[in-house]
């Protein structure tokens, strides 16, 4: 009992109950998205596996969670590796690997670890230690290389930018926090001409004759449930979403 009231007065108990909240949310909502049990089991398997790892990476202190985070960050690289190994591809894109009944996003995973070590490798950085530096582009290059492979733009922008915000956290020159600006600006105007689907769903949104279909759903849902809904399992325009 000694070690579950020191994890509990070392914890912070807002976010905590705010995330027990927002599962417990998201396991009562899970029954109205279809007639069987397939969504309720399946988050609240995740749900249950999330607060697990939660109490766990909670306990552990700061040379171990920057052990945990090295080595799973190479096992989850090795995992996106599988990705394109195993060519498990869903519309077009390779970012899951399937695991039974269950499909992973190694790229989803992998964030919190590279931003732990990230913030790792800045700190030697700083306490003289500057090959570090190279060690933590490696990191980054390495992750953004198979990312931008699967191929997952969002992911991409998303990544990148927390690692320069990081970097300019730490004391970043202006210079290369413009450089950086450059970089996320290219390669944003680069995908529209390199994948068509980003292609498409820009033009979709700057013409305003282009498919309005699921804008337009989103819309009814609004008018029909207003901002609070019609209840679980009540509505009935999410079966019309193709990807609902």
Request: proline share 2%; glycine share 6%.
């Amino acid at each position: 009992m000694k070690v579950i009231e020191n994890w509990w007065l070392s914890i912070d108990k807002l976010n905590f109950i705010l995330i027990i909240s927002l599962g417990i949310t998201g396991v009562i909502l899970s029954f109205s998205v279809n007639e069987n049990f397939y969504y309720i089991n399946r988050h609240s398997i995740f749900f249950i596996i999330s607060i697990l790892l939660l109490v766990f990476f909670s306990n552990l202190g700061d040379k171990n969670i920057r052990r945990v985070s090295l080595v799973s960050f190479f096992i989850l690289i090795f995992m996106l590796l599988l990705v394109f190994l195993l060519d498990f591809e869903i519309k077009g894109a390779k970012r899951w690997l399937k695991i039974f009944s269950f499909t992973i996003q190694p790229s989803e995973i992998i964030k919190p670890f590279f931003i732990i070590l990230t913030a790792w490798c800045i700190s030697q950085t700083i306490n003289s230690k500057k090959y570090y530096n190279i060690l933590l582009f490696v990191f980054f290059a390495i992750l953004l290389s198979f990312i931008i492979l699967q191929p997952d733009l969002g992911m991409t922008i998303l990544i990148a930018t927390t690692f320069f915000c990081q970097l300019f956290v730490a004391g970043l020159p202006l210079l290369l926090v413009f450089v950086a600006l450059g970089f996320l600006i290219t390669m944003t105007i680069s995908s529209y001409y390199l994948f068509d689907h980003v292609k498409k769903r820009i033009s979709s949104f700057l013409d305003s004759g282009a498919d309005t279909y699921q804008i337009d759903l989103s819309i009814k849902a609004f008018q029909s449930g207003g901002i609070l809904g019609k209840g679980p399992g009540q509505g009935i325009l999410k079966e019309r979403f193709p990807d609902a």
